[in-house]
């Protein structure tokens, strides 16, 4: 967990761009939203009461509503207070005030986790792609939950065999992933996941 947790703090959050990127990294990888999703997301799509939530049109027009980590949703607040009025209704946009787009973020990505490589050198030669951060979500909440279902209900997929497939896929990314989430000395089960998010997941299934 330290790489990922150097990449969502690389942002400078003392710059408008810094508070924007993180609000950005936040919610793409404790939501494990598809980038499409992230950046096509209007402002409102979160609600704040009784507990800060995001709304996601997936794929197939599948929508899901996802709770927001404490953290996740001071990030979106902090970017909302310096977004400013632009024309267009995404909660994202770029430095030309216009949608931020996949590419745009991509590049947000690279340029924080290489900034992240100076506090965390095992970052040094790895390939951290948005997709990462999806399958690092997933990988968390199969380690924590042990279902199936609950993964591929929170992750927006059709059915439970394209999650199968999906965790199954792309066997380096997902030791990169492990290997980023699981330090070598914990056991099984030891996750510290909050209550919140496991008896919401439980209440989906």
Request: contains cysteine; glycine residues 6%.
């Amino acid at each position: 967990m330290a790489e990922m947790h150097a990449i969502l703090e690389a942002p400078d959050t003392h710059t408008r761009s810094g508070i924007r990127d993180r609000a950005m990294l936040h919610p793409c990888f404790c939501a494990g939203l598809r980038v499409t999703e992230l950046v096509t997301s209007p402002l409102t799509a979160v609600t704040w009461q009784p507990t800060p939530s995001i709304h996601i049109e997936g794929k197939g027009r599948r929508h899901r509503v996802l709770p927001l980590w404490k953290q996740t949703a001071e990030d979106l607040q902090a970017w909302l207070a310096v977004r400013g009025e632009v024309s267009t209704p995404a909660r994202f946009v770029n430095a030309q005030g216009r949608t931020m787009t996949r590419v745009g973020f991509a590049y947000v990505l690279t340029k924080h986790v290489q900034r992240a490589m100076h506090n965390c050198p095992s970052l040094v030669g790895k390939t951290v792609s948005p997709h990462v951060l999806r399958h690092t979500c997933a990988m968390i909440l199969f380690q924590a939950t042990g279902d199936l279902r609950k993964v591929s209900l929170w992750l927006g997929h059709a059915n439970m065999q394209t999650t199968e497939v999906y965790l199954r896929a792309d066997p380096s990314e997902k030791l990169e992933a492990i290997e980023s989430v699981v330090p070598p000395s914990l056991r099984r089960g030891q996750f510290s996941v909050p209550d919140r998010l496991i008896a919401i997941l439980r209440g989906q299934a």
